[in-house]
Each structure stands twice: as structure tokens, then as C-alpha cells.
């Protein structure tokens, strides 16, 4: 009896040791819980949105006659640089294509000269029949020569593709004209081309201006011409500081845009700029670098969000708002943008808490 007793104590021993053990390991397996992320939130807010569209420019000659190569082709010869002053009909630059306009114009010249020749001679044999009294039939052989004459000459003109009716000499010259560029007025060189580019009759190959007007000239980033200048027009107003003199504020306006936004050329990319205050020792002069603002949009009093709580996915732009159901995805319509602020349209309304990516 003794012996069952003491058998009894031992497995309920080990038994206790044995639940102790489990419950100490079982609390070393409890995972502890990693931290909940924390996610941003924008609110809802009203305010004023300004656009801003900010350049780098020069101030230079106003440019008053943009000239072009009638063909295209590659620059030879450049004849006059930035800042010559010009004459009008001066040459200020040729192709490489001129000298063979002028060795065919050459060629051709002789062509002409020949068939010319013929028709003189038959017309000075004709008069000399008449006047030394030939027969009828002879004076109408030869002004059947003379007719014969004519209509060779009339077609080696119209087979070079010359006016029967113009000059030659006026005709061979505008075609070699074309491969060059001469002033069209007096004036200061505001930009010229270089030799060795290939131009286009629409590449400006020399602006010229008016030393004692000035202006300033802004070289558009080609990238992004579009997005700019269809915001704007010719005869807005900007705002414009110098580097030379901080503390000078000055306004201007916009003289000229490029094409098709404006009356300058299509492929310039160059913003004109006239300053309301005349250029001296105290505002600017040629050559000063300017920093020019243009106000492209402005607006008062509407709703807005940072881009950062703005989502686009799948061609859809919305925001997450918290709901009773949970988070709820909301479809809204943007409006003016800038780095820090973008309008809300549609779909949100003041005061509303947006949670963030």
C-alpha cells in the first residue's frame, strides 16, 4: 500500500513538471507584434494658386528682319556676324550650293548665248535682203528664217525654265540669288547663323535690329515650347530683374512668339520681350542677363491638395478617403498644378481628410 502511494506522488510530480515546462515555452513562442504603419493625411483646403512660367534672357538689338535661304543647303560663307552693323543689299552670307548655281547659271548663259546668236543672224540677214533688194521669195525664206530662229530661242529658254518675258541676266541672277542672303534694311546683326550648318528656307539665317532699340530674347527649351507658349500671347505682360542690379524691378511685355502661337517663326523658339523702361546705366544695357517671370495662370479661392496625395492608376486620378465601409477610392478632376499645390475640380469638398500613398 505504501508502495502505490509513493508511485502516485512521483507521476503527479512529473506531471506538474511536466505543465510548467509547457507553459514557459509557450510563452517564449509568443510573437510580438510588429508596429502598425503610419499613413499620411492631407486635408481638404482653399486657397489661391498662381502659375508661374520663369526664363533666362539677354538683352540685345530689337530684332526687326529675319532673313532665310531660299533652298536648302549648307552654310559656306558668312559675311557678317553678331553685332556688325549692315547696309541695305550688303551680302551677309552664301551655300555651299552657290557656286554651283553660278557654274550652271554660267552654262546656261552660254546655252542661251548660242541659240541668241542664231536669231540676231537671222534677223540682220533679213533686214539685208530687204535692203539690197532680194526677190519676194527670198526676204519670205528668210523671215521664215528669222521665225525659225525665234521659236529655238523661246525653247531653249522655256527648257531651262526662264521667262520668255523676264531679262535673262535678271533670271539666272534670282536663281543664284537663292543660295544667298542679302540685308534687307539697315540695321545691327542680332543673330547669325554659322558656317558649316545645314539650313532650311525656314531656319533663320540673320535677324537684324535696330542698335538704339532694345529688347530681350529668351531661347526657348524646344521640349517644352508647346506646354509654354500655349499659355500665352503677344502683348502679356511680364516681370523682369536683373543680375547686375538685384533691387530693379521691371515689367515688359510680349513682343513676339514663335508659330503657331504668335507671328514668329515656327522652328525660332524664341520669346521677344520689350521692357516699358528704357535701357541706362541704372536699368540694363546689351548684353545684361535678365530673369524673366510671366504669369501664366491665377486663380482665388478653390479647393486643393498636395500632389502627393493625388493617385493615378489605370487612367484614373483619385484619392483614398476613409469610410464607415473602410477606405473608398473617389474620382477627381484636377485643374491648375504647380510643385506644391494642385487643383481639385471635382469630387472632394473642403475640410474632407485624404489618406495618403
Same mark, same amino acid.
Given at each position: 500500500?505504501?508502495?502505490?502511494?509513493?508511485?502516485?506522488?512521483?507521476?503527479?510530480?512529473? /506531471?506538474?513538471?511536466?505543465?510548467?515546462?509547457?507553459?514557459?515555452?509557450?510563452?517564449?513562442?509568443?510573437?510580438?507584434?510588429?508596429?502598425?504603419?503610419?499613413?499620411?493625411?492631407?486635408?481638404?483646403?482653399?486657397?489661391?494658386?498662381?502659375?508661374?512660367?520663369?526664363?533666362?534672357?539677354?538683352?540685345?538689338?530689337?530684332?526687326?528682319?529675319?532673313?532665310?535661304?531660299?533652298?536648302?543647303?549648307?552654310?559656306?560663307?558668312?559675311?557678317?556676324?553678331?553685332?556688325?552693323?549692315?547696309?541695305? !543689299?550688303?551680302?551677309? !552670307?552664301e551655300l555651299a550650293e552657290?557656286?554651283?548655281?553660278?557654274?550652271?547659271?554660267?552654262?546656261?548663259?552660254?546655252?542661251?548665248?548660242?541659240?541668241?546668236?542664231?536669231?540676231?543672224?537671222?534677223?540682220?540677214?533679213?533686214?539685208?535682203?530687204?535692203?539690197?533688194?532680194?526677190?519676194?521669195?527670198?526676204?519670205?525664206?528668210?523671215?521664215?528664217?528669222?521665225?525659225?530662229?525665234?521659236?529655238?530661242?523661246?525653247?531653249?529658254? =522655256?527648257?531651262l525654265g526662264i521667262d520668255?518675258?523676264?531679262?535673262?541676266?535678271?533670271?539666272?541672277?534670282?536663281?543664284?540669288?537663292?543660295?544667298?542672303? /542679302?540685308?534687307?534694311?539697315?540695321?545691327?546683326?542680332?543673330?547669325?547663323?554659322?558656317?558649316?550648318?545645314?539650313?532650311?528656307?525656314?531656319?533663320?539665317? /540673320?535677324?537684324?535690329?535696330?542698335?538704339?532699340?532694345?529688347?530681350?530674347?529668351?531661347?526657348?527649351?524646344a521640349s517644352k515650347t508647346?506646354?509654354?507658349?500655349?499659355?500665352?500671347?503677344?502683348?502679356?505682360?511680364?516681370?523682369?530683374?536683373?543680375?547686375?542690379?538685384?533691387?530693379?524691378?521691371?515689367?515688359?511685355?510680349?513682343?513676339?512668339?514663335?508659330?503657331?502661337? !504668335?507671328? !514668329?517663326?515656327?522652328?525660332?523658339?524664341?520669346?521677344?520681350?520689350?521692357?516699358?523702361?528704357?535701357?541706362?546705366?541704372?536699368?540694363?544695357?546689351?548684353?545684361?542677363?535678365?530673369?524673366?517671370?510671366?504669369?501664366?495662370?491665377?486663380?482665388?479661392?478653390?479647393?486643393?491638395?498636395?500632389?502627393?496625395?493625388?493617385?493615378?492608376?489605370?487612367?484614373?486620378?483619385?484619392?483614398?478617403?476613409?469610410?464607415?465601409?473602410?477606405?473608398?477610392?473617389?474620382?477627381?478632376?484636377?485643374?491648375?498644378?504647380?510643385?506644391?499645390?494642385?487643383?481639385?475640380?471635382?469630387?472632394?469638398?473642403?475640410? =474632407?481628410?485624404?489618406?495618403?500613398?
Open positions: 500500500m505504501n508502495r502505490k502511494i509513493i508511485t502516485l506522488f512521483i507521476i503527479l510530480a512529473l /506531471f506538474v513538471v511536466g505543465c510548467g515546462t509547457t507553459s514557459t515555452n509557450g510563452n517564449e513562442a509568443t510573437p510580438t507584434p510588429f508596429p502598425t504603419p503610419v499613413r499620411h493625411t492631407y486635408t481638404v483646403q482653399k486657397g489661391d494658386i498662381t502659375v508661374n512660367a520663369k526664363f533666362g534672357g539677354r538683352v540685345a538689338p530689337l530684332a526687326l528682319y529675319t532673313t532665310y535661304f531660299q533652298i536648302n543647303g549648307e552654310v559656306k560663307e558668312v559675311y557678317a556676324n553678331v553685332n556688325d552693323v549692315v547696309k541695305k !543689299g550688303q551680302l551677309l !552670307g552657290a557656286q554651283a548655281l553660278r557654274a550652271k547659271a554660267d552654262g546656261t548663259q552660254r546655252t542661251i548665248r548660242r541659240a541668241q546668236i542664231k536669231l540676231e543672224i537671222a534677223k540682220l540677214t533679213l533686214d539685208q535682203y530687204k535692203t539690197q533688194g532680194h526677190s519676194a521669195d527670198e526676204i519670205k525664206i528668210q523671215e521664215l528664217q528669222v521665225e525659225s530662229a525665234q521659236m529655238d530661242f523661246d525653247e531653249v529658254l =522655256q527648257g520668255p518675258t523676264v531679262p535673262v541676266t535678271n533670271e539666272l541672277d534670282a536663281q543664284v540669288a537663292q543660295a544667298r542672303v /542679302f540685308a534687307p534694311a539697315d540695321g545691327t546683326i542680332v543673330s547669325a547663323v554659322t558656317a558649316g550648318r545645314n539650313v532650311t528656307t525656314t531656319t533663320p539665317a /540673320f535677324v537684324l535690329g535696330e542698335p538704339d532699340k532694345l529688347e530681350v530674347l529668351v531661347d526657348l527649351d508647346d506646354d509654354q507658349t500655349k499659355q500665352m500671347f503677344e502683348g502679356m505682360s511680364v516681370f523682369v530683374a536683373t543680375d547686375s542690379k538685384p533691387d530693379v524691378n521691371l515689367k515688359g511685355t510680349v513682343r513676339q512668339l514663335p508659330s503657331p502661337y !504668335g507671328t !514668329g517663326p515656327s522652328d525660332e523658339h524664341i520669346l521677344h520681350i520689350v521692357l516699358d523702361t528704357p535701357p541706362s546705366a541704372d536699368t540694363y544695357k546689351v548684353g545684361d542677363l535678365l530673369h524673366i517671370t510671366v504669369q501664366l495662370a491665377s486663380k482665388k479661392g478653390l479647393l486643393w491638395l498636395p500632389p502627393d496625395a493625388i493617385r493615378s492608376t489605370g487612367g484614373r486620378t483619385f484619392v483614398i478617403l476613409n469610410s464607415d465601409g473602410g477606405p473608398k477610392r473617389v474620382d477627381v478632376e484636377l485643374g491648375l498644378k504647380t510643385n506644391d499645390m494642385m487643383e481639385i475640380v471635382s469630387g472632394l469638398t473642403e475640410g =474632407q481628410v485624404v489618406i495618403g500613398p
